[in-house]
Nanobody, 119 residues
């Protein structure tokens, strides 16, 4: 069984920074995709940032402010969020596409972590 455990969410003032972490554990053979999504009430879950085979993608709304990175030895993905805005307020979800042992593949989600940007 694979689990994704997120941490780092919280309350921050506009212009502040937060760093989200997501650690994958279990019978993992490889992780070829990891990403962060966010969702607000009544809206669809949207891609914030993703890293696949070393390449990164960002939503236009966060380019230049957010940075996604991975620690391959720890099976962990990070999202460094700088210059936060009130519109960044959402529940942030970690996502990973993982090849597991015994052979199989799955699309996994973390439980979500709340990020609130407010004065």
């Amino acid at each position: 069984q694979v689990q994704l455990v997120e941490s780092g969410g919280g309350l921050v003032q506009p212009g502040g920074s937060l760093r989200l972490s997501c650690a994958a554990s279990g019978s993992i053979f490889s992780i070829y995709h990891m990403g962060w999504y966010r969702q607000t009430p009544g809206n669809e879950r949207e891609l914030v940032a993703a890293i696949t085979s070393g390449s990164t993608n960002y939503a236009d709304s966060v380019k230049g402010r957010f940075t996604i990175s991975r620690d391959y030895a720890k099976n962990t993905v990070y999202l460094q969020m700088n210059s936060l805005k009130p519109e960044d307020t959402a529940v942030y979800y970690c996502n990973a596409h993982i090849v597991v042992v015994p052979p199989g593949i799955g699309n996994y989600w973390g439980q979500g972590t709340q990020v609130t940007v407010s004065s």
